[in-house]
Structure formats: structure tokens, C-alpha cells
């Protein structure tokens, strides 16, 4: 008897909160946008080469990494949940310590924005990512590999990766057209993979949220992501290029506050709305936050091709949207 009275009580909270939370995920996409265009700004400003895109990189996350532990040293209850980690990897914790790399994709996610960014701009590489992530993410979940287990490809899915491709594809060959160069086509393939490697990412960190809570992931993701940073930062110093030293622009030193930021935000709602609203809409987020960014600066790279290229990942994520709606999935 008493099932029946406090289901109805349940479900309009949840969706009022699920429906109060949609702003943070398109905010979070977004700032993997300002993310982009900060880094690469900061790569330009360091010099050139794999070392300034590396250097870039690693100052993001150092950055963000250094607060994160001071933050964690500071409050008990982070320092607890760092101990709900360290017990979870124990043999019967039921957290393995391959779950723990997510960090390594979103550190070739910010290395790629400082490699590319300067070069095709905040919008293409945003569209470029947001394609590698809808294709990426049909696999992570038909093998099983986020917090919600597996689960089969879905129409939604097929009609936004389908529809990021064709938009990546539409940006690239715009820019292909004026002018043909292997490296763009490189630098429009690598924000691809490491969009791909973000939905990974996601998965892994709802896992370990499940068991430490997202600020103790977020720790973990720059502790992965700055030591794989610095490793390739002094390895870049084996290809031509050259540091002209650090700039003294405060605001190019915000990446990794803002890769904190959105890093949490994902790990938390993850397990509000699931992979499949969670990630298209930060996909969203982020499409229309470039170019935003890419108008108010004034340093647009792409014309009417990429525009419509970024109306067209957006249309698909609305479409997809309203069918997993329509068929109550949140995965």
C-alpha cells in the first residue's frame, strides 16, 4: 500500500530536477568551448610547436591540479572520500584501477586545443569534437562501459552522430576548399579522437563518482591528466620548435579552473540524466558556445559552411533529444 503513495511524490521531483539542471550541461559545454579558445591562445603566446601546444596544456591542468589539492587537503569530507577511493580498488571494492584513466583522454583533449586551435579555429574544432564524441559514445554504451551498463544503439544516437559527422565533414571541406594542406586535415582528425576519447572519459568518471563522488574524480582526472602532460611536454622537446616564455595575460591562466569546472559538472549530473542526455546536450552547449566565442572575438575561421556545419550538429542533438524523450531513456 504504501509504494503506490509515494511513487507519484518521487517523479515530479525528479523531473523538475532533471528539467532544473538541462542549463548546467548546456554551461558545461560551453565552457569546454572558452576552454578551447583560452588554450589555444596560450599555446600562440608560448611560442610553436608540439612543446608550446604540450607546455600549454600541462599549465592547464598543473593549474587546475594545484587547486584541486589544496581544496581536498583543506575539507574532511574530500579527504574521506579520497580514502572511499582508495578502498574501492581493494579486491572487493568493486572499482578497478583501469577505471581510474579517464584522465588520460581528457589530457589529449586539452593538449589537442592547444595543438590545433590557433590554426582552424574554435568553432571547426569544436564541431570536430562534438562528431567524435556522438560516434564515440554509440560504442561506449553498446559495450557497456558507463555507470548505467550496456546498452543497445538507439535511433537518437544514429541521427546525432550521424549528423555531427556530416557537419564536420561540411566545416572541414569549407576550409579545404580555399586551401588544401595535410595539416589541416591532421588538425581537424585529432579534435575528432579526442572527442572520441571523451565520451570514454565520461564513463569511466561515472564509475568512479559512483564509488568516490565527483570532486574526488575530478582530482583523480588531473592527477592522470598532469603527469601524462608533463611526460609529453618533455618529449616534445624532441621536434622542432621553440618558447618564447610566459605571457603576462592573466585570463590565459583560467583553462584549468574551467576544465575543474566542467569536469565536475559532468561527473555530478551524469547520474541525474544519463550518457545520453548528458552528452548531447554538452554537446549543444558547446557547438553554440564556439560560435559565440569565435563572433565576439572576431577571429572567425570558417564561413557559412561552418555555420550551417554547427546548426547541424545542434539540430541533430535536438532531434535526438525529443525521441529519447518521447521514449523515456535516459541512457
Do not use: K
Amino acid at each position: 500500500m504504501t509504494q503506490p503513495a509515494t511513487q507519484p511524490a518521487t517523479e515530479p521531483t525528479s523531473r523538475a530536477l532533471r528539467a532544473a539542471t538541462v542549463p548546467l550541461i548546456l554551461a558545461a559545454g560551453a565552457l569546454v568551448a572558452a576552454q578551447s579558445q583560452i588554450n589555444g591562445r596560450l599555446a600562440h603566446e608560448l611560442g610553436s610547436g608540439p612543446r608550446a601546444g604540450f607546455g600549454a596544456a600541462a599549465i592547464s591542468f598543473g593549474t587546475g591540479l594545484v587547486f584541486l589539492v589544496v581544496v581536498t587537503a583543506l575539507l574532511p569530507r574530500h579527504r574521506e572520500r579520497v580514502r572511499d577511493l582508495r578502498r574501492s580498488l581493494s579486491a572487493d571494492g568493486g572499482l578497478r584501477g583501469i577505471e581510474l584513466v579517464g584522465g588520460l583522454f581528457g589530457a589529449f583533449l586539452v593538449a589537442t586545443q592547444g595543438l590545433t586551435v590557433a590554426t582552424i579555429g574554435v568553432a571547426l574544432f569544436s564541431v570536430a569534437v562534438t562528431a567524435g564524441q556522438s560516434c564515440s559514445a554509440l560504442v561506449v554504451d553498446h559495450i557497456g562501459l558507463g555507470p548505467s551498463g550496456r546498452q543497445h544503439w538507439s535511433l537518437p544516437r544514429l541521427v546525432a552522430a550521424s549528423f555531427a559527422v556530416v557537419a564536420v565533414l561540411l566545416a572541414t571541406a569549407e576550409r579545404l576548399v580555399d586551401t588544401f594542406t595535410w595539416q589541416l586535415v591532421l588538425f581537424a582528425v585529432l579534435p575528432f579522437l579526442a572527442g572520441a576519447g571523451s565520451s570514454v572519459q565520461q564513463a569511466l568518471n561515472g564509475r568512479v563518482a559512483r564509488h568516490a563522488g565527483p570532486w574526488v574524480t575530478t582530482l583523480n582526472n588531473f592527477i592522470v591528466g598532469t603527469s601524462a602532460l608533463l611526460v609529453a611536454f618533455a618529449l616534445s622537446f624532441l621536434a622542432d620548435g621553440h618558447l618564447r616564455g610566459l605571457p603576462g595575460t592573466w585570463w590565459l591562466y583560467v583553462g584549468g579552473m574551467i576544465g575543474v569546472t566542467f569536469i565536475w559538472l559532468a561527473a555530478l549530473l551524469v547520474r541525474v540524466h544519463g550518457v545520453l542526455v548528458l552528452g548531447l546536450a554538452m554537446i549543444a552547449g558547446q557547438v553554440i558556445g564556439a560560435e559565440v566565442i569565435e563572433t565576439i572575438t572576431g577571429e572567425r575561421h570558417v564561413g557559412a559552411a561552418g555555420l550551417a556545419a554547427g546548426g547541424l550538429t545542434v539540430v541533430g542533438v535536438l532531434i535526438a533529444l525529443a525521441a529519447a524523450r518521447r521514449g523515456g531513456s535516459r541512457t
